[in-house]
């Protein structure tokens, strides 16, 4: 069972404005919009837009996927990129691919994996120990966040499949003092 609160102290990787104090979650709907590229709008529970995701459209001539995390004012805060080879992905600070705007990578636990499971190193994380560990439920329909290897939750996402009428959406609940622009890219790195 997991540990239900989370950390006392503000945990920003994105920036601090992200980081919302206790004691109740920060709660998030992200919508798939329709459109042949994978764009999003992320809204809070009073239909206020938080952040907006705009994706390139993969082809031969452009193979790796590339997402760009705005604010509310369209300003570019992360670049999320997927490598070629695999499902690993890394996130940049605004527009930036260089290494020094490096936030985090995130990539599978395993190789082999009954449940689907992803590591997350930020930046400055030279270990083999995750900062940030992902877990999928058997249905692959909700996932958990937890600090590293152990059982505090800081974060849920669940699933909502879309209808001929309606679209996809993603139900996020982000634990207080948790940057919840850093739990909407990794959102984006598991459904893209």
């Given at each position: 069972?997991?540990?239900q609160?989370?950390?006392?102290?503000?945990?920003?990787?994105?920036?601090?404005?992200?980081?919302?104090?206790?004691?109740?979650?920060?709660?998030?709907?992200?919508?798939?919009?329709?459109?042949?590229?994978?764009?999003?709008?992320?809204?809070?529970?009073?239909?206020?837009?938080?952040?907006?995701?705009?994706?390139?459209?993969?082809?031969?001539?452009?193979?790796?996927?590339?997402?760009?995390?705005?604010?509310?004012?369209?300003n570019?805060?992360?670049?999320?990129?997927?490598?070629?080879?695999?499902?690993?992905?890394?996130?940049?600070?605004?527009?930036?691919e260089?290494?020094?705007?490096?936030?985090?990578?995130?990539?599978?636990?395993?190789?082999?994996?009954?449940?689907?499971?992803?590591?997350?190193?930020?930046?400055?994380?030279?270990?083999?120990?995750?900062?940030?560990?992902?877990?999928?439920?058997?249905?692959?329909?909700?996932?958990?966040?937890?600090?590293?290897?152990?059982?505090?939750?800081?974060?849920?996402?669940?699933?909502?499949?879309?209808?001929?009428?309606?679209?996809?959406?993603?139900?996020?609940?982000?634990?207080?003092?948790?940057?919840?622009?850093?739990?909407?890219?990794?959102?984006?790195?598991?459904?893209?």
């Amino acid at each position: 069972m997991a540990n239900q609160l989370s950390p006392p102290f503000g945990t920003p990787i994105i920036a601090p404005q992200y980081c919302a104090p206790g004691p109740h979650p920060v709660d998030l709907i992200i919508i798939k919009e329709r459109s042949i590229a994978d764009n999003f709008t992320v809204t809070d529970t009073n239909d206020n837009i938080v952040f907006t995701v705009k994706s390139n459209l993969v082809s031969i001539v452009n193979p790796r996927r590339h997402s760009f995390l705005f604010d509310s004012h369209g300003n570019p805060i992360v670049h999320l990129r997927r490598s070629i080879q695999n499902n690993d992905w890394k996130a940049f600070r605004g527009k930036s691919e260089e290494s020094r705007d490096l936030i985090f990578r995130r990539h599978n636990s395993s190789f082999f994996q009954l449940r689907l499971k992803f590591d997350v190193f930020l930046a400055n994380n030279v270990t083999d120990v995750c900062d940030f560990k992902i877990k999928s439920s058997w249905s692959g329909r909700s996932w958990d966040v937890y600090l590293g290897d152990s059982n505090i939750l800081v974060a849920q996402i669940n699933t909502k499949l879309g209808t001929l009428f309606s679209r996809e959406k993603y139900m996020v609940s982000v634990f207080p003092n948790i940057d919840h622009a850093f739990i909407v890219a990794l959102v984006l790195t598991l459904q893209l």
